[in-house]
């Protein structure tokens, strides 16, 4: 292994003038060396960042690495605001990147979230020196999972996204006069600290009151609804066909973004590109084998991948094939088994699998529906079952607990005792017999659900989970649809809970719930027809879930049949 040379605050300038400014880690030694380049705005020295891409590991691994500051950003000259600069400032960055001194003129990019992001977006840009990009943990489409998901604003991330991101702008601003930036930080700390009792309740959730306060610039939900063209600085939904690179794909099950990454994958396939799928019973910052209530064993850790080596590595052996073919040998790296397609963590059975699609041809789409008496079955209901209600209130949503969530530290992502949240009279749960058999669910959950409200408009949440031969449920995967109508009137609402890999083992029961609320994950439905003018009244929703042969709700699950 190489010894490694770093290079601090190197500049770039722009098309425009502005000067962007990078880490660079060097190999020692003689050669050219491909560079790989990660693009974020929280601090190209940042320690759980470096933590993440491991640059001194990639670089002793025969990689130039360059860690950059987008603009407007810690070192990095400019305004900021997110997502506008990053196709324009990726291209002039991989151009100069493949010119820095030593490099053999090959450029990859890596990283995850919002530097997943960047790569598509110079890739869309299309720099004829990027040869390969690794997006990890990110979006495709910006609406489905980072401003809003089904039409309700993802207000987790977006509050403490939006405030974390402002600690650097007011730094920034009060540069000059020390006592008034500690004056705005504290205020701006505070705010963060008790976003859980404090900020996500503000009104309205839409052009929300803190962003104004601190003079933050938000994730980009308000912008979007003032500028839609705009939401094209961060959306890859439906121009993967232009990125003629490969793709090295990585997500987690419990992921706020794991759709995204499932979605790009398919859309690079299909346009016929090389691509790579990895997906772990990960969270968005979490990669152990530990998440939430459940262990799902060391292997399942990003640093073993069930005992293939770890995913930096992995990741440093494919780019070498992509960029790399003129570089000098590391001779003191023992290759690795090549990755397949598409490598899952199934949980349940708690074990990795190579496969070679995503999602699964040999998936069975299987109804389970909704029955009185709050029971789930794969036989559809008889033409008396029935109906059953609930009241929403929006002054006291189900709290979110757990799932694939990005929020403040007050709630953790991954698999979580449901039990709160079933012990309330809002929430309807639907429970299976125990398995008799193994059953696997891979691929994409949807349900449809037949309700009714006397709001002009409300939401629908549904969640699956796992319930175990203790009793305890845990959430898998869950989706929400804010949704108008007639009140009064019964109307199919369709609810994506994306998707996931999970086995309930014989003697489990599979479980749904249903219901209108899972806050602050999702802004609350104020259940009334908002004007600009009553953006903060609310009122209580009488909501009614029918299950009879002329109105089946149901949950459609992806089965693999057993080999």
Same mark, same amino acid.
């Given at each position: ?66 860690? &950059? ?6 070192? /990095? ?19 100069? %990147?493949? /010119? ?22 110079? =890739? ?40 974390? &991101? ?5 730094? *920034? ?21 008790? %976003? ?8 309205? @959730? ?32 439906? *121009? ?30 299909? =346009? ?29 850790? $990003? ?11 992995? &990741? ?7 960029? %790399?073919?003129? $570089? ?27 496969? #070679?699609?995503?999602?699964? @041809?040999? @998936? ?128 199919? #609402? ?34 009334? $027809? ?12 009488? &909501?009614?879930? $029918? ?17």
């Amino acid at each position: 292994m190489r010894d490694v040379i770093i290079e601090y605050s190197v500049p770039a300038t722009m098309r425009d003038g502005t000067v962007l400014r990078a880490d660079v880690y060097r190999p020692t030694g003689d050669g050219s060396w491909p560079v790989l380049l990660a693009r974020h705005p929280y601090g190209k020295d940042a320690t759980l960042v470096l933590a993440a891409l491991e640059p001194v590991r990639l670089a002793r691994r025969g990689f130039i690495v360059v860690v &950059q500051d987008t603009r407007g950003r810690f070192a /990095s000259e400019g305004a900021w605001e997110p997502w506008t600069f990053e196709a324009d400032d990726g291209y002039d960055t991989v151009r100069w %990147a493949a /010119s820095l001194p030593g490099s053999n003129g090959s450029v990859g990019m890596f990283g995850m979230s919002y530097f997943g992001n960047t790569q598509w977006m110079a =890739a869309l840009a299309k720099p004829p020196e990027l040869k390969a990009i690794a997006p990890a943990f990110t979006w495709s489409e910006p609406h489905d999972g980072l401003f809003s998901r089904g039409g309700a604003v993802e207000l987790g991330i977006t509050v403490f996204w939006s405030l974390l &991101q402002g600690l650097d702008t007011v730094q *920034r601003r009060h540069a000059d006069d020390s006592v008034a930036m500690g004056t705005a930080l504290g205020a701006l700390i505070h705010d963060m600290d008790t %976003a859980a009792i404090n900020g996500y309740w503000e009104l309205p @959730a839409d052009r929300h009151p803190a962003f104004v306060r601190h003079g933050v610039q938000e994730l980009g939900y308000e912008r979007a609804q003032r500028d839609p063209e705009w939401t094209a600085s961060c959306r890859v939904a439906g *121009r993967h066909a232009t990125v003629e690179l490969p793709s090295l794909h990585r997500g987690g099950w419990y992921d706020i973004f794991s759709q995204g990454t499932l979605d790009s994958f398919m859309a690079m396939r299909a =346009a016929g590109r090389p691509a790579t799928l990895i997906v772990g019973p990960w969270s968005h910052a979490n990669y152990s084998g530990y998440i939430g209530d459940v262990n799902f064993g060391l292997a399942a850790g $990003a640093d073993l991948l069930g005992f293939r080596g770890s995913f930096t590595d992995h &990741q440093a052996q494919w780019f070498s094939r992509w960029l %790399a073919h003129d $570089a000098a040998p590391n001779d003191a790296v023992s290759p690795l088994p090549e990755l397949p397609p598409v490598l899952l963590f199934v949980m349940g059975r708690n074990e990795w699998r190579e496969e #070679q699609e995503w999602p699964l @041809a040999r @998936a069975v789409d299987t109804d389970l529906y909704l029955r009185a008496d709050r029971r789930l079955s794969f036989e559809a209901p008889g033409t008396a079952e029935g109906s059953e209600t609930y009241t929403y209130d929006p002054a006291d949503p189900v709290p979110t607990t757990g799932g694939a969530i990005l929020m403040t530290e007050d709630f953790r992502p991954g698999p979580v005792d449901q039990a709160r949240v079933e012990a309330r009279p809002d929430v309807l749960v639907f429970t299976s017999d125990p398995m008799s058999e193994d059953t696997e669910v891979t691929g994409r959950v949807r349900a449809f659900i037949h309700a009714m409200t006397d709001a002009p408009t409300t939401d629908w949440v549904v969640r699956l989970c796992d319930v175990d031969t203790n009793g305890v449920s845990w959430n898998v995967v869950d989706g929400i649809v804010r949704a108008t109508a007639e009140a009064g009137d019964f109307t199919e #609402q369709l609810v994506d809970l994306w998707s996931t890999s999970y086995v309930f083992r014989a003697g489990h029961r599979i479980r749904i719930h249903v219901t209108s609320s899972s806050f602050p994950r999702w802004d609350r439905n104020l259940n009334i $027809a908002e004007t600009a003018e009553h953006d903060s009244d609310s009122r209580r929703a009488r &909501q009614e879930v $029918a299950y009879d042969a002329a109105r089946p709700s149901r949950i459609v699950l992806p089965i693999v049949p057993a080999l």
